[in-house]
Structure formats: structure tokens, C-alpha cells
């Protein structure tokens, strides 16, 4: 390190020398880091300070040798001249620790970068995506599976994952579906909190955690017609009550980050929305970390018509409570100039960076700024048996069995004729799903793979079918759906013809969801459904596997497939695990945590809907809630998800009928498995309050236990209910729970529920 860059290691020294000076009282970490911080912003120029809220996307060319041009000299020269504070998308140890090193030894206080990348599921070894986890249930594989891929990107150099997407959706036709954890505010809650904890684990400073980000705040998932980025619609009751509780749930985890959703709320951006980000986040909710941008959503500020430039942007962006500033040049063109004209006070802009130099002390790197540059624990770490164990572990819990008609499955007899069919078949790429990290292109277990492996005896035959997609097939272009070619049709019915038992893959490619990848209709995509049509002509015994990224709208199917298998993207370890759970090797335990309708026109469908003043009155009737050309009940409900064991509840029973504020009811349920074949089941229980001062859902998920149930074997599944379960935004905002009549509620999913009624009644104190 040069000597006239030495000052790093004199902040450090110096706040080891106070340490020295302080009482008991204030040797706790963050007094430490305070008094650290303090210092150091003490130091800074109005500009270094700027220069920390601004973040870059880089590659190695950016600090490596060569002539630089255009926009590339400015953000080299700002990088040499301390105004950039982190960055994205810069992969690897090696890369990582010279671009460091250039900072480092360049800038005058020698503040080192944060690097940043979407860590999503997984960094080169791909676990389930989000939505396909989520079906688990299993929180502690979803911390698991985190902290592996923390491990992953920490080793490679990045320190900060912008994950996990903690949005409630209840519309599949929004692509970013894939990257969340369903429809549900209380389990949404459960898995953000799961897995912030395995991405930030105990201590940030440990060289295998990262930093974990709560996005979108707020509102993402309920883009109108689902369509990516666009506006957003709703009551300052549904925000409190259905969107927000993940992330305060993330904040109470001490997430270390939070990242802006695109859409507006009201008419006003969420990057620019003092309500969200001053008056609740930073202010009713005490939360003292790091608030970025999306891509550009400061920028964005002016495209929605609310900014005239981006002058105004930044001033509207920082002032609202946004620190970082992604992509979006917004800050450091335009923050100087408005505080010189007192648009923007320099104590907002000290707070933000505050919250950027904590990040970087929590890390540990100001104690070493190269710590996370080491190619050999990187070269070790990706990819490794542990982790590929890990995915296939998770892969199996994530897989959810929708029909199995005459007991098709599993598959026992090993000397069949096998036809394998179906655009996704072979297809190795797919399963690795979108947001991939790093991992290298078409390295899964293909279902062939599998299947071929686990049915050494059989006669296994394979034809395409027909192609799902063709042109551009990566993150930057679109998908390209393939409507007219059928020159695989006769094969694959010949080969349906031949096979005493039919194995179809299909669904969506990889980049057919994901981010700007919404959909007008959820169908399977292109000729698929036709081709399905014309096997079943010539073959009953079809099995249909499904991978995909959204729930999808297959009425067809289910009226006339025996079996489908929801497979969604599983990562590496695809095609082992379906095969595993086709075989029976393994008994599927995975429950669907978004609703599939019946048809798009359902869409957004959700189980904890609110009764209208019109709700279905019984058959045959006309006037009330529906539509008149289908079925109002989904294809299948939240929660659903069938095992090959069959499970048997009883009515649940409660401790009492009546419970006051401060008391707690039990609730028991005895679930039996009435089959041969041990099984995992995810017990459900679900409340109703039947009146409320606003309207209330019909049902909410309040608690569940997955539980290993043996062959003939009775359980008796025991949850609790106290006050704060039954507690909401009432119509004057307080959040408390109401006295009055409730509903409790157990069973395998949320629409084959029994029931048992109490009432809430208030304490004696509270008349008087």
C-alpha cells in the first residue's frame, strides 16, 4: 500500500487506541463503529461523501490497463478519485481484490468498495428457485441453502447479494413470481427471515456470510395486469396488512440492506416515497441500514412524470430516504449542487453515509479490505460436493406432486418400455432457472439423465416433440415461442404408441420468467398442449412433469393427465431428484405456496380473499361474486400438494371456547397416514376473524408443522394462538387484535380445512 494512503490503517489503529478509553458501557460493537464512523466522516469532502452513495455495475476492464473512453473514463476517474462507494456484477476473487486494490491505493482516505451481485438461489451451484423452495416449507433448508450460497459468492469476492425478493404476489402472469416465496404474508414472513439468516449468519465480519437485501419495498408484486415495472393500485390497509409484514420482518432480522421497488404507490415512486422510507422504515421502525436503488429507479423518478430531471430526482430520492444510488448517476452529478443550494441538508446526506461506512465496518472491511480475495478458498468452495449434496437435497423437498390418478406413481416396475418425450427432456440449461449467479451455462442433470440412470433395465425410447423456443434465449433478449413447427409430432406419438408408460417434459424455458418476463396468458407456452393432445390419443399412462416458473393455468391437463409432477426449475440437481421422486425413492412432501387458477381470467387468485357483500350463495344462482364461464374455485389451492401416503385429520380441539388479550388457546389435531408408505405432511393451521372493523379474509395461515408421519401411524399435531397471531391494522390504523368471534382452522391444505370456533374477549381493565 502507498504511504500517502496509509489512512485506512490509521482509522483503524486509532479506533483500537480509543477502545482503550471507553467505559463498559460503550465497548459494544456498534458504539465502536460509531465512534469509527464519526471520525472518518469527519474527514471526508462533501464530494468523497457523495461519492460513497454511488454504486456502478463494472467489469475488469474498468480499473485493469488500456485506454479508456467516454463514460468509461469518467467512472475510471471517479473510482481513482474516491466517488464511487460499491459495486455490482464484478465476478471473482482475483478481479475483485485488483479492482479493490486500485481504490484502495488510489483515493485519498483509501475507503474500500463493496461488491455487490444477485445471489438469488444459488452462485455457481443452483438450488430451486425461490418460488420452487418456498414449496418446502422446510425453513431450515431455506437457511441452509442461503448460507451455502452466501459461502459460494463470499469466496469469489462478493459481499453483498441483493436477495432475498420478499414481494407477496398473487399474480402469475408478473415473472418475478420465481423469485419470491408465493402469496402468503405470514409464511412470506417465515422464509425471509430464513433466509437473511443464512446469507448474513451470525456475524457479517465471517469471510462466509454476505450481506442480504429485502426487496422491493414496497408493492412490486402487485403490478396492475401483472406486468413488470408497472403501476400500483391499493389501500393503505392492504400495504399494511398483506405487503409490508415481510419486510418488517426482514428489518426485525436486521437485514443489512433494503432495495426500492420500480412502481409507484399512489402516484408516488417507491424510490422517491417519503411515507415508506422516512416516516416508516427509518422512522416507526428504528431500521438503521442501508437503502438502495433498483437499477436506474432513481433516474426512473423522472420518466414517471414526477421529476423534470434528474437534478429534481436526486434531490426527491435522498430527501425521501434513498442511500444508494445504482446505476443511476443521479447522485453524483447532482447531490453537491443541492446542497450548495439547500435542497438537500448535509446531515440527510451524512446519515446515508453513515449507513454505507457501517456496512463496510460490519463486513469487516475496514479491518481488511482484501479479506474475501482468496482464489484458492474460491477455487475450493464453488461447486463442491457438500453444496451440489445440498441442492439435490433441496431439489427433492421443493418438488409438488399435483395428481396422481390410479396410483400411476411412483413407477415400480424397472423392466418397462419408457418413453421419454417432451421439449424439456434434455434440456440442461432450464433447470438452472433465471437469476442464475454464476453458474455455467447447461451444467444440470437433464431429466433424461436421470431417468436413464434410475431405469438401468428398462427400454426407453425419447423423441422431442416439438421445440419450445427458438432465437435469443438469455437474460437480455426475449424469448422467441415456437408456433408453427410440428415436424416432431409423428415421432413422439410413435414413440407414445410403443411405451407402456410416457414420461412428458414440459413447461418453460428458464428465461420464459423472471424479471420483464411477464405473460399475457399461463398456459403451457407454443405447441406443447397440442402435442399433449395427441399423445394422449394413442397413450393413457402419461406422466406429465412440469418446470416452470409460475404457477400455470392447465385445466386441460389435469381433466386429462393421471399424473403431473410440478418440477418447476430445480437447479443442478433436476433431473436425480425428479427421477428420485418418479421411482418413489423418495415420497414427495412439497406444498404449493401460490394459488394455480383454473384460467387466466382468475388472475389474481389467492386463498385469503375477503367475502364481498355478494359471496357465492350456493348453484345454480347468478347474482354474486363469479364468473359466469368456470368453476370460482382454483385448479389448486394455496397449500396444496398430495404424497404418495394418505393422511387422515381429525377435527381440531380447543383449549377453551373463550380467551382473553393476555391468554393463549391450544389447538390439537391428530393426523393419521392410513398408508403403507411412510411420509413427511405439512399440517396447516389457518384462523378466521368474522368480524372486523374492516373487512377481514376468509382465512389467514397463522402457523404450520411438516411432520414425518410413519405407515400406519397417528400424530397429534399441537399449535398456539395468542393475541399478536390475531392482531392486524385495524380502521384506525392501531395494529392490535379485536375482540369478537374467530374461526381456527386444520388441514393438508387451505380449502380442505374442519374447524372449531372461540371467541376473543377483552379484559375487565380495558372498560374501565
Known amino acids: 500500500m502507498k504511504y500517502k494512503h496509509i489512512l485506512i490503517l490509521t482509522f483503524i489503529v486509532s479506533g483500537i487506541v ?25 474527514l471526508m469532502t462533501l464530494e468523497e461523501k457523495i461519492g460513497q452513495l454511488n454504486q456502478y455495475s463494472i467489469g475488469p476492464e474498468l480499473t485493469g490497463p488500456g485506454a479508456k473512453e467516454g463514460n468509461q473514463q469518467i467512472r475510471y476517474e471517479q473510482l481513482k478519485s474516491g466517488q464511487v462507494g460499491s459495486v455490482l456484477n464484478l465476478l471473482g476473487a482475483e478481479q475483485a481484490y485488483e479492482t479493490q486494490k486500485f481504490v484502495v491505493e ?52 462478493i459481499q453483498w447479494t441483493f436477495a432475498p425478493m420478499v414481494d407477496i404476489s398473487r399474480d402469475a402472469r408478473w415473472g418475478r413470481v420465481m423469485e419470491g416465496a408465493g402469496e402468503d404474508a405470514y409464511l412470506g414472513s417465515e422464509i425471509a427471515i430464513a433466509r437473511i439468516n443464512g446469507f448474513q449468519g451470525n456475524d ?7 450481506a442480504a437485501c429485502a426487496k422491493h419495498f414496497a408493492g412490486y408484486g402487485f403490478v396492475e395486469s401483472g406486468k413488470d415495472y408497472n403501476n400500483v393500485y391499493l389501500g393503505k390497509h392492504q400495504l399494511l396488512n398483506t405487503i ?52 436506474n429507479s432513481i433516474g426512473e423518478i423522472v420518466t414517471h412524470g414526477v421529476a423534470a430531471d434528474k437534478y429534481e430526482a436526486a434531490v426527491m430520492a435522498l430527501n425521501a430516504g434513498s442511500d444508494i444510488d445504482m446505476e443511476g448517476t443521479a447522485y453524483i452529478d447532482n447531490l453537491k449542487k443541492a446542497v450548495e443550494n439547500g435542497d438537500v441538508k448535509e446531515k440527510d446526506i451524512d446519515d446515508a453515509v453513515r449507513r454505507v461506512l457501517k456496512l463496510k465496518y460490519d463486513l469487516g472491511l475496514f479491518d481488511d479490505p482484501y479479506k474475501y480475495f482468496d482464489s484458492k478458498r474460491e477455487e475450493k468452495t464453488l461447486f463442491n460436493k457438500e453444496h451440489r449434496k445440498l441442492a439435490h437435497e433441496a431439489a427433492l423437498k421443493s418438488i409438488v406432486l399435483l395428481k396422481n390418478e390410479n396410483n400411476l406413481l411412483p413407477i415400480k416396475e424397472k423392466e418397462l418400455s419408457i418413453g421419454l418425450i417432451g421439449p424439456l427432456m434434455k434440456d440442461k440449461d432450464s433447470p438452472l432457472g433465471n437469476w442464475r449467479g454464476a453458474a455455467d451455462k447447461g451444467t444440470a442433470v437433464s431429466l433424461y439423465e436421470g431417468i436413464v440412470k434410475s431405469f438401468p433395465d428398462a427400454n426407453i425410447d425419447y423423441a422431442e416433440g416439438v ?51 411477464s405473460r399475457s396468458t399461463l398456459d403451457l407456452p407454443g405447441l406443447q398442449p397440442e402435442l399433449l393432445k395427441e399423445l394422449k390419443k394413442v397413450n393413457d399412462n402419461i406422466i406429465l412433469v412440469l418446470m416452470n416458473g409460475r404457477p400455470l393455468a392447465i385445466s386441460w391437463e389435469d381433466e386429462n393427465i393421471p399424473a403431473i409432477v410440478e418440477a418447476w426449475h430445480l437447479g443442478h440437481e433436476a433431473g436425480n431428484a425428479i427421477a428420485d421422486v418418479l421411482t418413489g425413492k423418495f415420497n414427495p412432501s ?38 359466469n364461464d368456470i368453476d370460482p374455485s382454483p385448479l389448486y389451492p394455496f397449500g396444496y400438494g398430495l404424497s404418495y401416503s394418505k393422511y387422515e385429520y381429525s377435527n381440531p380441539v380447543i383449549s377453551k371456547d373463550k380467551i382473553g388479550m393476555n391468554d393463549t388457546l391450544q389447538i390439537k389435531v391428530m393426523v393419521k397416514n392410513t398408508s403403507s408408505i411412510d411420509g413427511e405432511e405439512i399440517v396447516q393451521l389457518y384462523t378466521r376473524d368474522i368480524t372486523g372493523s374492516i373487512t377481514r379474509p376468509v382465512k389467514q395461515l397463522k402457523g404450520y408443522k411438516k411432520v414425518a ?28 387484535a379485536e375482540p369478537g368471534e374467530f374461526q381456527v382452522m386444520t388441514g393438508p391444505n387451505s380449502s380442505e380445512l374442519k374447524s372449531a370456533k372461540f371467541k376473543l374477549i377483552p379484559n375487565e381493565t380495558d372498560n374501565l
Do not use: C
Not at 18 to 41: C, F, G, H, P, W
Open 106 to 157: 488510489n483515493t485519498r482516505l483509501g475507503i474500500p468498495l463493496i461488491f455487490a451481485f444477485d445471489v438469488v438461489h444459488g452462485y455457481k451451484t443452483m438450488f430451486p428457485l425461490p418460488l420452487a423452495e418456498s414449496s418446502s416449507w422446510d425453513l431450515d433448508l431455506m437457511e441452509r441453502t442461503a448460507a451455502a450460497a452466501a459461502k459460494e459468492a463470499a469466496s469469489a469476492g
Open 590 to 627: 412439497g406444498k404449493l405456496t401460490m394459488t394455480f387458477p383454473r384460467s387466466v381470467g382468475q388472475v389474481p387468485i389467492y386463498y385469503d380473499y375477503k367475502n364481498t357483500g355478494r359471496p357465492s350463495s350456493g348453484p345454480d344462482q347468478v347474482f354474486y361474486t363469479h364468473h
Open 18 to 42: 480509543a477502545m482503550t478509553y471507553l467505559t463498559n458501557e460503550d465497548t459494544d460493537r456498534d458504539s465502536v463503529a460509531n465512534k469509527k464512523i464519526d471520525s472518518l466522516l469527519n
Open 709 to 736: 408421519i410413519k405407515a400406519g401411524e397417528s400424530k397429534e399435531i399441537n399449535f398456539e394462538l395468542t393475541t399478536e397471531d390475531l392482531a392486524f391494522y385495524t380502521r384506525d390504523f392501531d395494529y392490535e
Open 467 to 517: 421445440k419450445l423456443s427458438i432465437g435469443p434465449n438469455n437474460f437480455f433478449n426475449k424469448t422467441v415461442i415456437e408456433e408453427e413447427d410440428r415436424s416432431g409430432f409423428a415421432k413422439a406419438i410413435q414413440v407414445a404408441k410403443n411405451s407402456d408408460i410416457v414420461i412428458v417434459a414440459m413447461g418453460e424455458t428458464a428465461y420464459m420468467s423472471g424479471e420483464g418476463r
Open 244 to 295: 409490508l409484514p415481510p419486510f418488517k420482518a426482514a428489518a426485525d432480522a436486521n437485514v443489512a440492506t433494503f432495495m426500492n421497488a420500480f412502481n409507484d404507490i399512489d402516484g408516488i415512486p417507491s424510490t422517491a416515497n417519503d411515507y415508506l422510507l422516512r416516516e416508516l422504515l427509518k422512522g416507526e421502525w428504528n431500521y438503521d441500514g442501508v437503502v438502495v436503488s433498483d437499477w
Open 204 to 210: 457479517l465480519s465471517d469471510i462466509n456470510t454476505i
